[in-house]
């Protein structure tokens, strides 16, 4: 009877249940983070292009670019550029350092925030396979207690 | 017994539907093989769109050389040289690569939206098919309670409030990604189909402050916030999903205390 007696407790809470929040508020967090960033880069993005002209974004610290390069194109784009200054600060409204600067970062940043957003993603997906796992012990929890209860029940 | 079964089944009344706006997702709670079937259909249809226009309009745009295809002064004198050198019949008309480049770009900004609002039905009808389970489990626990002698058997506990935020987290969710497909699609009849409606070579020598910049700078912030806004909108849906789990293991939980409670009353022991 004492074995009864065990079983007939309810289920406890189980230690996946304890946890499971920790990466669902993470997932949370990074996702967050991630929109944030993106809205950041949207801002500087529109500012990079729309008030720089492609001819002065090409040119930002084209002076530093070996001379000659060994292709024609882009000794023709340094020529050219190195020939316009005018033109340059005329069409762009950021030093060639910020245009560089802007480009590296507008180049670089998404190509981490994706994957950064997709730890989001999956912290969530941990989290859910933490608390489906968390079931099958709370369904035989359910069995053993129900069994014991039923014969009560029918003696209705 | 079975017929007893039957008609203790028939007299177990569900609880009552939600205020509005829960109202919605209860009444919408049983079809949700439908709504998932729904968005695989649309994921479907995408991937179609992707086969039959997206890629061939790509296929199109570059089947001749980068001066050619960018419009460049030269373009059809290049194009006579590629075809002279290489044998290969290339579309002299700049327009043809225009329209080309014009169709891949819209295809490319709102489609990317929809197969996600897709996605997000499938993980609308995960949500809601959990919150079903636990409708289920609530009302087998009611059955169970009915058979029981009424002097030992345990108060049918409150629904809890929790199944609240789960509606909502993800009527938000789908809603967020209903309102990225509107959003997509302003973009892409609007900014993105007067920029690149040009050929390369006009888009390459426009400058600060004219109307195509502008299209252009819109174009470029849309890329880097739509997103990780799908992925926000997504999120709501998981947390949605992850609230219908939490109350059907609160249910269980609970159904199991009340069994308990039950037996030991009903045996006198503790």
Not at chain 1, 50 to 62: E, M, V
Not at chain 2, 21 to 38: G, K, T, Y
Not at chain 2, 149 to 178: C, D, K, T, Y
């Amino acid at each position: 009877m004492a074995a009864r007696t065990n079983i007939l407790r309810p289920a406890a809470r189980p230690w996946q249940y304890n946890v499971y929040w920790i990466f669902t508020i993470g997932g949370t967090m990074i996702i967050m983070i991630g929109f944030i960033i993106g809205i950041i880069l949207s801002r500087q993005a529109g500012g990079y292009w729309s008030d720089n002209s492609k001819f002065a974004r090409d040119c930002a610290l084209i002076e530093q670019a070996p001379q000659p390069s060994g292709f024609a194109a882009t000794d023709a784009l340094i020529e050219n550029c190195l020939s316009n200054p005018d033109r340059i600060a005329a069409e762009s409204a950021s030093s060639p350092q910020e245009l560089q600067d802007d480009l590296s970062q507008l180049a670089s940043w998404p190509k981490w925030v994706k994957p950064f957003v997709f730890v989001g993603v999956m912290s969530f997906m941990v989290g859910i396979a933490l608390e489906f796992s968390s079931i099958p012990k709370l369904l035989q929890n359910r069995g053993r207690v129900m069994g014991a209860a039923y014969t009560q029940i029918v003696k209705r | 017994m079975a017929q007893r079964t039957g008609t203790l089944l028939d007299t177990i009344q569900d609880d009552p539907k939600g205020p509005f706006p829960f109202i919605i997702p209860e009444v919408m709670m049983p079809i949700f093989p439908l709504i998932a079937l729904m968005g695989w259909m649309i994921v479907g249809v995408m991937v179609l769109i992707g086969i039959f226009f997206l890629s061939p309009a790509f296929e199109d745009y570059f089947s001749a050389p980068k001066a050619v295809r960018e419009g460049a002064p030269s373009a059809a004198q290049v194009a006579q040289e590629y075809q002279a050198a290489t044998g290969v019949e290339v579309n002299t008309d700049i327009q043809f690569y225009v329209d080309a480049q014009h169709e891949a770009h819209i295809i490319e900004t709102w489609v990317p939206q929809v197969k996600f609002l897709g996605l997000g039905f499938g993980l609308m009808a995960i949500a809601m098919g959990l919150g079903t389970i636990a409708k289920r489990l609530r009302r087998m626990g009611k059955l169970v309670n009915a058979h029981m002698n009424p002097q030992f058997a345990p108060p049918i506990p409150e629904q809890p409030l929790r199944r609240r935020f789960q509606q909502l987290s993800v009527m938000m969710g789908i809603m967020m990604l209903m309102a990225a497909v509107v959003v997509g699609l302003i973009i892409a009849f609007g900014a993105t189909s007067d920029y690149w409606s040009n050929p390369q070579a006009v888009l390459n020598a426009a400058l600060p402050g004219s109307e195509l910049m502008d299209n252009f700078s819109t174009i470029q912030g849309y890329k880097m916030w739509n997103g990780p806004f799908r992925m926000l909108s997504m999120s709501f849906l998981f947390i949605g999903i992850t609230i219908g789990l939490t109350v059907i293991i609160y249910v269980l939980r609970i159904q199991s205390e009340i069994l308990v409670q039950f037996y030991a009353r009903s045996t006198g022991r503790r």
